[in-house]
């Protein structure tokens, strides 16, 4: 059984920073692709960023370039979602997904790539 448990969330100001966690038990997280998606009230989850397994290559949404930083610490099974420069609009749940496989995602930021999810940590930021 997978379980993915992030943490970290909470509120910050505008320009601020925030550093989310998600830890994972069931599943050692180095041999498999893994995602942080967001959803803010009224609105489709989204992509934030990805990042595989082989070659630790990552993506990002064009809305967090620059300013998110996706990292996985294996030795202690945790993925990591570094924000900054934080914007109003960043406002969301914020969560983690890992697919059902350790094949390499065609599409890493599709959210129908990930077949488990964490409960969600809310991020606000306040202008």
């Known amino acids: 059984q997978v379980q993915l448990v992030e943490s970290g969330g909470g509120l910050a100001q505008a320009g601020g920073s925030l550093r989310l966690s998600c830890a994972a038990s069931?599943?050692?997280?180095?041999?498999?692709?893994m995602g942080w998606f967001r959803q803010a009230p009224g609105k489709e989850r989204e992509f934030v960023a990805a990042i595989r397994w082989i070659g630790s290559s990552t993506y990002y949404a064009d809305s967090v370039k620059g300013r998110f930083t996706i990292s996985r610490d294996n030795a202690k099974n945790t993925l990591y979602l570094q924000m900054n420069s934080l914007k109003p609009e960043d406002t969301a749940v914020y969560y983690c997904?890992?697919?059902?496989?350790?094949?390499?995602?065609?599409?890493?930021?599709?959210?129908?790539?990930?077949?488990?999810w964490g409960q969600g940590t809310q991020v606000t930021v306040s202008s």
């Open positions: 997904a890992a697919p059902e496989t350790s094949k390499i995602l065609r599409y890493p930021s599709d959210r129908y790539e990930y077949r488990y």
């Open positions: 069931g599943r050692t997280l180095s041999r498999y692709d």
